[in-house]
């Protein structure tokens, strides 16, 4: 059974900084590409980063420069580290098994909050 739990999220006020991570557990971690996505409130779920099992990694626009996606495969964890955070970064974060958005294990989500 693969499970995937994310850690790491919260209040922060903008121009803070949080990192997120995200423990999978029954599957061959370093084998999986992993991502993050996020869904704010009344907006469609998106992909945020990814990371490929050679380390490759990919961003949407709104994150670049701002959001590193890493992973280590000795602790089958992927981290968000999330810098100059901006209110509309606001959004339940998931982390994601795999390249495919209707294929692979979802986390159950965890809730970043970027205000005053």
């Known amino acids: 059974q693969v499970q995937l739990v994310e850690s790491g999220g919260g209040l922060v006020q903008p121009g803070g900084s949080l990192r997120l991570s995200c423990v999978a557990s029954?599957?061959?971690?370093?084998?999986?590409?992993m991502g993050w996505y996020r869904q704010a409130p009344g907006k469609e779920r998106e992909l945020v980063a990814r990371?490929?099992?050679?380390?490759?990694?990919t961003y949407t626009g709104s994150v670049k420069g701002r959001f590193t996606i890493s992973r280590d495969n000795a602790k089958n964890t992927v981290y968000l580290q999330m810098n100059s955070l901006q209110p509309e970064d606001t959004a339940v974060y998931y982390c994601?098994?795999?390249?495919?958005?209707?294929?692979?294990?979802w986390g159950k989500g965890i809730l970043v909050t970027v205000s005053q």
């Open positions: 994601k098994q795999g390249e495919l958005y209707a294929m692979g294990a």
């Open positions: 029954g599957i061959v971690f370093s084998s999986n590409a």
């Open positions: 990371i490929f099992s050679d380390g490759t990694t």
